[in-house]
């Protein structure tokens, strides 16, 4: 294992070339197959806060700082990172608050809220990485309004440590929503309920959150969530009524674990290979329908599904490339993980510009270790 102390450090290091793994604090080292060929290289030594101005909603932190402390800073002034971020630890095991927020960006994390405010890459204003030339460099900027060019904020989200070694990242957050209220309303097969998500999304009242778990508390719920002002929430609320039968309010107790089931997919099955797939919302209800004794929600309406399954990997991602999505195996065994390929595998065009913007940042393909 290798542990740079500083920029300088980590350039070497990557020049140097050879078989590198990027690690932060490691919530993440469960998905993709594992690696014995390669070195680890710890990136904890770039950790901290270089700079946070509230007022102008501006933030920009070492890469390896815990996503716990930065939630925690922001918190402390009213303000979120409103993708939603989360900690894999409740999905993949292993200790809780050892996820960054190099790393959240580096696997593009967003949750439930990412329904409304937008992914993850959505709030990358800018950062420094090292490429795999071991050459440093800046990308983006320290302000909201930025130069044109090429976003490689937008590229580097969700690259799992495939092109750059990040140090450090400027974020952009919002400020946080004074409440939030959740109602849920139970009964409602797969269809119907993204059909009442669908309709709850249509309406004016600006829903920051939908989900549907076929089991909660003993029945199936679909859950619909407004933030704001308490009298804003109020206003909009009266907006779900006539689109969505039987709405009850949840207290704020019920509310959390509700969300906190959603975003961690903890309802389903632990011993069960998971996978996370991104479809058209409308299409959810056939995927789980094409996948026998499968455990399942849906987040984002129905723009991804949680699915707990011993299926074969052909048949699931089969299933979600039918519905014009595709499949992430984010939890399995190793031998598994060995055999199937995390990411969903791309059409042969897209699998060629890719590798091509990879040669770019990385030539000596120091970063292709076979994880992915
Ligand atoms: C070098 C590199 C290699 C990569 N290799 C692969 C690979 O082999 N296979 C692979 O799958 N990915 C790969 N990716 C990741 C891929 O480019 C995307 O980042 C990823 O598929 C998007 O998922 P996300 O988690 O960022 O999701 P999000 O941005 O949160 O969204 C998930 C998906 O939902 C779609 N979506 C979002 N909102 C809506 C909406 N309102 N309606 C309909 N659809 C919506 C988006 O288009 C997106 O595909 C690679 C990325 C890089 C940089």
Not at 33 to 48: C, I, K, N, Q
Not at 149 to 161: A, C, Q
Request: glycine share 12%; net charge neutral; hydrophobic share 50%.
């Amino acid at each position: 294992m290798l542990r740079p102390a500083g920029i300088d450090d980590l350039c070497a290091i990557l020049a140097a070339g050879g078989a590198l793994r990027l690690r932060g604090g490691g919530s993440k080292d469960g998905i993709g197959a594992e690696t014995p060929g390669a070195t680890v290289v710890d990136m904890r030594g770039f950790a901290g806060i270089v700079d946070y101005d509230p007022p102008e909603l501006v933030l920009t932190v070492g890469a390896a700082t815990p996503l716990a402390a930065v939630q925690a800073l922001v918190a402390g002034q009213g303000q979120m990172l409103a993708f939603d971020p989360f900690d894999h630890a409740a999905i993949l095991g292993g200790a809780p608050g050892q996820a960054t927020i190099g790393g959240v960006i580096a696997a593009g994390i967003a949750g439930p809220a990412r329904l409304s405010r937008g992914a993850a890459r959505d709030h990358l204003l800018g950062f420094t990485a090292v490429s795999g030339r071991g050459e440093r460099f800046v990308a983006g900027a320290k302000v909201v309004k930025n130069v044109t060019g090429y976003d490689l904020p937008k590229l580097v989200t969700g690259s799992w440590g495939r092109l750059v070694a990040l140090t450090e990242l400027t974020l952009k957050v919002l400020p946080a929503p004074r409440a939030q209220q959740t109602w849920v309303t139970t009964g409602l097969d797969p269809s119907a309920a993204v059909a009442a998500m669908a309709r709850a999304l249509g309406a004016p009242a600006e829903v920051t959150a939908a989900a549907h778990l076929p089991r909660w508390n003993g029945a199936p719920a679909t859950a619909i969530r407004l933030d704001g002002f308490p009298g804003s929430i109020a206003a909009r609320a009266a907006m779900l009524g006539p689109v969505v039968a039987g709405l009850t309010p949840l207290d704020d107790t019920a509310a959390a674990a509700l969300w906190l089931a959603v975003r961690t997919a903890a309802p389903l099955p632990a011993e069960r290979p998971l996978w996370r797939i991104i479809v058209p919302a409308s299409r959810a209800p056939g995927v789980v329908a094409a996948i026998p004794n499968a455990d399942w929600l849906f987040d984002w309406a129905g723009g991804l599904v949680w699915l707990a399954s011993d299926s074969d990997a052909a048949q699931v991602r089969q299933a979600a490339a039918a519905a014009g999505g595709h499949a992430m195996l984010v939890r399995a065994s190793a031998a598994m993980r060995a055999a199937v390929p995390a990411l969903h595998p791309q059409p042969a065009p897209l699998a060629q510009l890719e590798s091509r913007v990879r040669r770019a940042f990385d030539p000596d393909g120091v970063f292709e270790i076979g994880r992915f």
